[in-house]
Structure formats: C-alpha cells, structure tokens
C-alpha cells in the first residue's frame, strides 16, 4: 500500500518533540514538506530527522499548494489553528490540528461548517472528502482507554462525578516561542482543554459552566484556574489546570455510585486504579517501570497512537475517535469560561493601581515622593542592588521632550540613596550611537555620578539569549539579576512600527543588548511583549513633564503636562498614559494584546487612579502621522537640534 505523504506547520517544540519522533516511526508515511516562519527551525528539523527529501518553506500556503501533500500537521501557536486549517480544508488537505482547534466559538463554528461544505471523511476505502481531526492526544493514554471500556460496562455504575488536574511545567518542553504566555487566559487555554476533553468523554457534553477561581499570585498571568461545571445527565466536574516548576502530572478521577477510578495519564500512563467498596486493584497495562522513563524522554505512548490513528483515518482504515463537533464544543466551554472570567467583579483591593500627580513649581522630586508613597512606598530591602533604567534613546534633548528628563533622574536617585548605595543606571548602543556617548551629550552621565550611582552600557554586559518571533534577543544579566528594577520613560509619541506612543513598555526596548535592535522592528510588539513580561519592573514613573506628541520618538513638538504618572505594572501604566494623552489604548496594539493574554488592564474603570484625576489633566495629543502640522514641527524640531 502506497505512502500517504504529509507536512508539518509549525517546526517549535511540538514538531520536535512529540510529533515527529513519532511520525518517523509510522512507516506508512512520508514526510514530504515543512513550513516555518523562521526557516532555521525547519532547516533545523530537517537535519535532526534526516528528512533529506522533505521541502521547506517559510509561507505555510506554498506548502498547501503541494499537490503532493495529502494531510498535513498544524503545530503552530493556537490563535494560528483556524486560519491554516481553513486554508488546508480549501486545499483539499487532511489537517490534524494541534488544540484547543481555535480560540474563539465563531472560528470554531467556520471550521465546521466548511469541513461540511467540503464532505466529511469517513470510513471505506477512502475518505470521502478532508479529514480534520482535532488533537487530543492523552484520549489515546493506555490506562484511559482501559477506563472508557470499563466505564461502558457499568464498572462503576452511574457517573457522578469527574475530578481531574493537569499541572504542567514550561520548561519542561522547552518552548521555541512564548506563545503560551501570550494565551488569552494563561493556562485556561494552554492546558484547560486537556482536562475538559477528557471530562466530555466520560461524562458527556458540557451543560454549563457552574464557577471559575482563577489564582494569579499577583502575577500579570493566570497560572492556576480551576472549574466546576455541569456535564450531561447532571454529571458533576471538578477540573483544574496550574503551571508550576514541579514535575507534570495529569490526575483524573472518575466517580460512579458503585466506586471510583484513579489515574495519572502523564506519570504513569499504563496504570489504572480501581475502587469498589474496600477493594482497590490495580490494573497494569504493561511497561512497568519503563513507563517512567518513557515520559522522561518525551515518549509518552499517546503521541505515536494519536498519529498512527490519524494515518489510519485518512488511508480510509479506522472511525475517527476525535471528531470536529468534540472540539468544537471544547471550544465552546472555553469560551464560556473566558466570558466568566470577564465577568468577574474586580475589588478596589485587587485593581491596578496607577498614581497620577502634578509637578507644581517645578519641584519634580516632591511629585516624585508624592506618587511612590501612593503606590505604598519603595518595597526593597535595605542594600539591594537596584536598576534604573531612564530613556537616552537619542544624543541631544531637544525641548526637554526626548529623553527623562536629567532632574527626574536625579532626584529619584536621590531618594534611592536613602536605602541603597548599589544603584546602576542602565542603557543600551542603538543607532544613534554608543550609550556612553549619548548619556554624556545629555547631561545623564553627569547626574549619574554626581549622585555616586554607576553607569553601565548593557551591550558590553554579559548576556543570555532568548528566541522571540524567529529572533534572537540578548537580554543583559545585569537586568535579569536585579534585586529592584526602576523603569523611568518619558511620555511620548511614536510613528515607529505602528505602536502610537512609546512610554513604559517601549522603554525596556532599550535594554536588549544587541547594537542593531532595528532589525527587530518587523516583529516589534512580539518583542516588547516578551521583554515586558520576562524582565519584572519594581516600579515605573513615567516622565510627563515636557512630553511629545506628533512624529516621535524623537521629531515631535513638545507638550508641558508637568505630570509624574508611577506605577508597577507597564501596560496598565501606559493604558493611562494613552487616556491622558487622548490616544484609544484598544487602538494600541501592544496593550491590547497584553490584556488578551492576561497580563494587565486595559479598561480605565478597572485601574484605580490615585492622586489627580484623569479628565483634569488629559490632553488630546497629536497623533503620529504625517499631517501637516506634525511635518511642521518635525522641521522645527530637527532645525533645533542640529542648528
């Protein structure tokens, strides 16, 4: 019997560690093409699995064009699932699709109606039309299996209960991306549908959602979530989902009136435990301790049975297990889930909290300790090495609008000195030259060592490198090690990369080491994402007392707004920024995807201001594009500083 030829989409950490070691072991198959935003990932595959006939390319819909390529893989980051499996169905290819099988109800529902256009697949010689199956691999678990035919035999009697918990650790698989960070609901979406597929096989379809806890341990990302639910018949389901730094496991209890199972997918996945009155039996499906060492080495016996149905199904040989309607309905809950924890009300005592005070008479440092004590004081201990990080993006001050300004820094130094004498100011080489140089032409580096702090130029600092968006980034040690980390940006515009204003987030740009940081303009909100959520800021006063509005970051017209805006958290600090500056934080899309993936507040009614009110000082800035007065100014601006 022929070959089915097939291609992998999304060459990270799933493609190589689950699903092509197992794929090479079906010898039914022939991995044909691979496809990858970063072409090195795929060339990398390429290499490690011997695949000296497969193509690659760097645009998944060149690989969809193969008329040679019958299935097809969907590996990539979640919010990508729709799109290509949508293309692939239209290319006429079998798609096995990583879960959750999208990330809305509405994308989900597109999935369905047009795998029904196209013909559904089904048993006989051949499939009918394309295949698509939703991955859920641990419903091929050994000891699962074992407990779906027991539970048909009324082993426990009626269900009634389902408890199940998947803890997962993330370094544990090694992720090329973040993307999992990046999940609307952290772990809801990354490892809640595992438990909730599994649920829906044993106690049917989900009725509702009954209550959600989500615990965050005051971290921009939920980590921990746990749900009960209502499942058909009246099953109740008790299912939680956590990342931890632990090693993983994935516990599932099943309930009936006349006894109950156990079992640990992950850890032990050919033992089962059965429970009926005083006896327990253990049921043991083979490998023995071997079973341990399997999962170790990232050979758990699901992702080979998983692809080998998959094949099965399509070569027209077996029923497929995973259907569409299944993953849609996961889906479906998840939404449901999301929509319970938008509903949630959200306390005084547990809202960001953003101080907004004004700088009367010039006295920066009074405005300064006015806005610290309103967030609750500098939380370090005594003698902790603290970072600073102010803006010297460019190498004159023209207008006191483009870089902090040097009185801000100076007298946040000063009031760092009352607790600490390790106190490093921090910048990096950019394109407008050497961070040395630039902090000398501005006066920085003055302050700085009149107020006995150091000066250090992370590119020449030690330096551990991180992949972001098919980048490598060089993030300092320096900054990564600090015990206390102060962000100072200024308040400003930004016509660069479509990000509209550059202020807390933008700043910590200015810490990756690499010289040529331009490059990373093509995937620039990617990046600042990472950045912000990878390096942990203490505190942020963002410079609003001459701000920029117009052709930022450096050709814009000043704006005296004499505010200090303090904070803890980057994104909500810049959500308020944008409301002070007349800018739609929705319309920034760096801050609307770090509130879809949970890392701050976007919404102005559930961030607590305190000190001054917004309306009271906003101020409609001029927007970054090319007007005629902002082309004006840029003129005006660029003759100052060059004149």
Known sequence: MREVVVGIIGCGT????????????????????????????????????????????????????????????????????????????????????????????????VIRETLRKHGAGGCGDRPKGPVLMPAHNFAFTPCFERALDLLEGDALGDIKEIRGRTVSNLAFYKA??????????????????????????????????????????????????????????????????????????????????????????????????????????????????????????????????EDLHFVEVVRGEAEQRITVDEGVEVVRVLDEIMEVLESRPKPSVGMERVALVRVEDGDVKRAIRESIALLGGLNFKSGSHVIVKPNICFWKNTENMVITDPRILRAVLEILDERTDQITVVESDN???????????????????????????????????????GFKIRLPKTVLDADYLVNLPKMKTCNVANTLITVAMKNMFGVIADKKKVRLHKRLVDVLLYVNRTIRQDLIIVDGVTAMEGLGPIWGTPVQLNLIVAGRNPATVDTLCCHIMGINPYSVEVLWRAYKSGMSEINIERIEVLGEKVGDVKRRFSYPIFLKKNITGAIRTALKTYL
């Open 176 to 305: 090329r991306t973040d993307f999992r960070l990046q999940a609307k609901g952290g772990v809801i979406e990354d490892q809640m549908p595992h438990i909730l597929y599994l649920a829906r096989r044993v106690g049917g379809p989900f009725r509702r959602v009954l209550s959600l806890e989500p615990y965050g341990e005051g971290r921009p990302l939920i980590e921990d979530a746990r749900v009960r639910a209502e499942l058909g018949d009246g099953v109740k389901a008790d299912l939680s989902a956590a990342w931890s730094g632990f090693i993983p496991t994935f516990k599932l209890t099943v309930v009936g009136d006349e006894g109950r199972l156990e079992m640990d997918l992950l850890r032990r996945p050919y033992n089962l435990t059965v429970f009926r009155g005083d006896e327990r039996e253990e049921i043991k499906l083979g490998r023995g301790f071997l079973q341990y060492l399997d999962v170790l080495r990232g050979r758990h016996p699901s992702y080979l049975r």
């Open 431 to 469: 394109n407008s030259g050497p961070a040395e140089k630039r902090a000398e032409k501005t006066g920085v580096l003055e302050v700085v060592e009149e107020c006995g702090a150091e000066f250090l130029n992370l590119s020449h600092d030690e330096y551990v490198e991180h992949e972001v968006a």
């Open 14 to 109: 799933v493609a190589e560690s689950i699903h092509l070691p197992a794929l090479k072991m079906i010898s039914e198959i022939e991995i044909g093409a691979l496809a990858d935003i970063d072409e090195r990932r795929a060339s990398h595959l390429l290499e490690k699995f011997h695949l000296e006939d497969a193509s690659v390319h760097r645009d998944y819909r060149d690989l969809l064009k193969n008329p040679e390529i019958e299935a097809v893989w969907v590996l990539t980051p979640p919010r990508f699932h729709a799109e290509i499996s949508l293309e692939a169905l239209k290319n006429g290819k079998h798609v096995l699709v990583e879960k959750p099988l999208a990330t809305s109800l509405e994308e989900a529902e």
